[in-house]
């Protein structure tokens, strides 16, 4: 068996210990003989796992009991919806901050359901920086403010929390448990799954208390953040075999020593692209240098008619799924928690023969 070392920006790579446990137990779950996949979501094992995976991600990340845990799905564009159905009235005011393409996303379906006020663009930038705060024009009684910490297209990542007085809401999906943060900073945390948390299918929210209840009477029961938590995520039947490899996934970030350790190994990664990037006239990143994502790498080469053999040369180097979305075009490399360094070095050593033979 090979495995190939995988770039994908989601579904992305998975740690192959956690796939290997889970081809271990697929047929037989801890000698139930069933496959967890095959049990009632309302047995007492599969409510173990969701019960083990909620504490495994609040140790993790440090959530207080001030936060409700949801496992729910639909991906992070149903929270787009999600988010002003729990938290704004029609006639209610939002501040969004747009930052790319997700922003771009989560405004347009922000918008069905409230009244948006962008309060900052980096369109003007091609989406290649980050607005600073002193900038933002925020309403004065915006029900929340929403932006996206890690825009996976564009490769823009904050390493900063802004102040506002409304609840910080934010789309985390591409930078969630790369590193750590103080969820105290912000009223909602979104993520789906298929990055850094587990398989495509499952959406994570993280909502402060205080701020359930808030929904509106057409707000669909599936989509009302208070129904998910009195219901411990298990209103209709959750995602759980999902869900079972997410708490695989939480395990293996404790054995690799949590956020702070993948933190260090997620910037020496980054850090050694970045470098391999700017120090070559071939490659080029367009990104401000204080905003560029640890998680998502864009590239472009200095001559894009190469772009098609660098990609069929990498698949048959085993690096696969390099090409940049198809919004941007160029090259993609998506280096979250399960690839590993080697990969990153495999990459970067492909990528400097390849300009030594094409520059
Ligand atoms: N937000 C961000 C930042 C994303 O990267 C993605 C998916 N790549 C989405 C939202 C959409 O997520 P989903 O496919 O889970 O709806």
């Given at each position: 068996m090979t495995r190939c070392y995988n770039f994908c920006a989601g579904p992305a790579a998975l740690p192959q210990v956690v796939l290997e446990k889970a081809r271990d137990e697929m047929l037989d779950w801890h000698g139930a003989g069933l496959s967890i996949m095959e049990m009632s979501h309302r047995s007492p094992e599969v409510v173990g796992v969701a019960q083990r995976a909620e504490a495994d991600l609040r140790e993790l990340l440090g959530i207080s009991d001030d936060y409700a845990v949801l496992f729910l799905q639909g991906g992070a564009s149903t929270q787009f919806a999600a988010v002003p159905l729990n938290?704004?009235?029609?006639n209610d005011l939002a501040d969004y901050v747009n930052t790319g393409q997700w922003s771009k996303k989560a405004i347009a379906e922000g918008r069905r359901f409230t009244r948006v006020n962008v309060a900052a663009s980096s369109e003007d930038s091609n989406f290649s920086t980050i607005p600073p705060r002193e900038s933002w024009q925020l309403s004065a009684d915006a029900a929340y403010l929403h932006y996206t910490p890690n825009e996976t297209i564009g490769g823009v990542e904050y390493f900063w929390v802004p102040e506002a007085s409304a609840p910080l809401v934010v789309d985390m999906s591409s930078t969630i448990l790369s590193r750590p943060v103080n969820v105290a900073d912000y009223g909602v945390i979104y993520a789906g799954a298929q990055k850094n948390i587990g398989p495509a299918g499952l959406t994570l929210v993280i909502v402060r208390r205080d701020l359930l209840g808030r929904a509106g009477d057409k707000c669909p029961a599936m989509l009302n953040w208070q129904t998910a938590a009195d219901n411990d995520s298990m209103y209709n039947t959750p995602p759980t075999f999902a869900l079972y490899l997410a708490g695989l996934v939480f395990e293996w970030l404790k054995e690799q020593g949590g956020l702070a350790a993948m933190e260090r190994l997620n910037r020496r990664k980054a850090g050694k692209l970045y470098a391999a990037i700017d120090s070559s006239a071939f490659y080029a990143n367009p990104v401000e240098v204080q905003s560029r994502s640890l998680m998502n790498v864009p590239f472009t080469l200095a001559d894009d008619a190469l772009d098609k053999q660098f990609l069929a040369e990498a698949d048959a180097a085993g690096l696969l799924n390099l090409k940049g979305h198809r919004s941007v075009g160029g090259m993609r490399a998506s280096i979250y928690n399960a690839v590993g360094e080697d990969a990153v070095d495999a990459l970067i050593a492909f990528m400097q023969d390849f300009e030594q033979r094409n520059g």
């Open positions: 938290l704004a009235g029609e």
